[in-house]
């Protein structure tokens, strides 16, 4: 079943909120050059990671970019009818340290969302506003 930009922006965002932090290759990939992965240490899922079900998904994926991965032969089947470029911001979201503390998504993090969920017109998830609320 194909899911529509807003299953997928409320799936990721309840993961990133849930997860509560970034999904990288190694242990200490924390600072601003961390290698983001699809699936990292401890069984971390990054922003696209969480979209793909662990039999479509294949170490080869690690180090490309969502657009790059879905043009190309590594594509997931989850994946081929999702908004490559959606999927995009949402990987760029997760992947920038500084949307990050060490309790969660940071206040950038939380306006990365909702900035992506304006551009593409998207309800934002009450979660998402629950927690922004809770950090003032």
Known sequence: ??????????K????LLVQKKRSVLYPEDRGLGANCAY????DLKCAVGVLIPDEEYSSEMENIDARTLMEGP???PALRECNADLLYDLQKAHDLAMNWSDDGLSTGGIVALEVIGNHWDLEIPEALNQYKQSLE
């Open 12 to 15: 990721v965002t309840m993961h």
């Open 1 to 10: 079943m194909v899911m529509t930009n807003q299953e997928i922006f409320e």
């Open 74 to 76: 590594l594509c997931p």
């Open 39 to 42: 699936r990292g240490v401890f």
